[in-house]
């Protein structure tokens, strides 16, 4: 810094405050500094400022899945909400795990967030502990907690399960089934299932057609091999709601390799608004819960609360609608 400042003929005092975007540098004085630092190949130490501030200058955020599209869109409206903050974002992947999620939150508070962003609305109790007791605004996403930590952002996956039913009994079908992963895990899926057979039994239906295969997130290849045992199991059934679109995939082309008409034979549909499910041919009903405006509507909060635009007794919960999308398979 001494080197930077020295070049651009300033003191090191407001280098510091060129980078920290201080309005008592003028803009010219900004750029020759910057200029200085260019050429000099310097990198300013945000972690010796954030020692005086008592700020990390960075959003935590946990994740079940870096290779999901939906949590994808999320980090991404996340970061587009967040750009002109001067906040980053420290990101965990949990891979569907609990006892990992508990891991991660107490290695990420040890780093001092501004805030800390975490999916879904089960958490172990020392994680729940952890969260409660971190002194800075915690969010939920992509549930509606019934017992909220702090703040939500989120839907509720049973409302998704019952709306694929309404639409499936809509367009003519009575015999439902529904394929999932390893409900231990993924427990939003979990209510997906729950809010599925809900439906079917509010309606008098058959709700016994239930499928779990595979490790969340489940892949093509379980929901194709899930879709063999559907129809070997129950044979007569008229469509069937898969817990994520990629599983919904593998589901209709086993039902291609076969010759099984869709949705002639058997309707299909998945969940999350996939590319995929659009670009498939025939192109998949599912469910879309605007996974990137979520990540918009939690950093608008996050700096909501960071700003005090909001009473620290406050909890605020932002409710998502989830909407089906009606396409050829059903």
């Given at each position: ?25 003028s803009a010219d004085t900004r750029d020759r500094i910057l200029k ?146 390893d409900t231990s895990r993924d427990t939003r899926g979990l209510d ?121 007794e406050d909890r605020v919960v932002v409710g998502m609608t989830p ?8």
């Amino acid at each position: 810094m001494a080197d930077v400042a020295h070049r651009a003929n300033v003191s090191t005092m407001t280098v510091s405050r060129a980078f920290k975007r201080d309005t008592s540098v003028s803009a010219d004085t900004r750029d020759r500094i910057l200029k200085a630092a260019e050429e000099l190949g310097y990198v300013f130490d945000s972690i010796a400022a954030n020692l005086s501030s008592r700020r990390s200058g960075f959003v935590a955020a946990t994740i079940p899945s870096i290779n999901n599209a939906n949590f994808a869109d999320t980090v991404r409206g996340m970061t587009e909400g967040l750009r002109d903050s001067g906040l980053e974002i420290l990101l965990g992947f949990t891979d569907y795990n609990v006892e990992e999620e508990e891991r991660l939150v107490g290695q990420l508070l040890q780093r001092r967030p501004e805030a800390i962003i975490v999916t879904g609305g089960r958490h172990t109790p020392r994680c729940r502990k952890m969260l409660a007791n971190a002194g800075v605004p915690v969010v939920e996403t992509w549930d509606l907690p019934s017992d909220p930590i702090g703040h939500v952002v989120g839907f509720s996956n049973a409302e998704a399960g019952r709306l694929m039913v309404d639409h499936f009994v809509a367009r003519g079908y009575s015999k439902l089934g529904f394929i999932g992963g390893d409900t231990s895990r993924d427990t939003r899926g979990l209510d997906r299932r729950r809010g599925f057979i809900a439906a079917l039994q509010d309606r008098g239906l058959d709700a016994s057609r239930v499928i779990a295969s595979g490790v969340p997130p489940i892949s093509m290849r379980e929901g194709a091999a899930a879709m063999v045992e559907m129809i070997s199991r129950w044979p007569d059934t008229e469509a069937v709601m898969c817990v994520s679109d990629l599983s919904a995939f593998g589901a209709l082309m086993e039902c291609v390799r076969r010759g099984i008409r869709v949705p002639d034979d058997v309707a299909i549909a998945g969940f999350g608004a996939y590319d995929l499910a659009e670009q498939s041919v025939p192109p998949i009903t599912t469910i879309d819960v605007g996974a990137h405006e979520i990540g918009i509507r939690v950093a608008e909060l996050v700096l909501d609360l960071l700003n005090g635009r909001h009473a620290p007794e406050d909890r605020v919960v932002v409710g998502m609608t989830p909407r089906v999308i009606v396409r050829h398979t059903t």
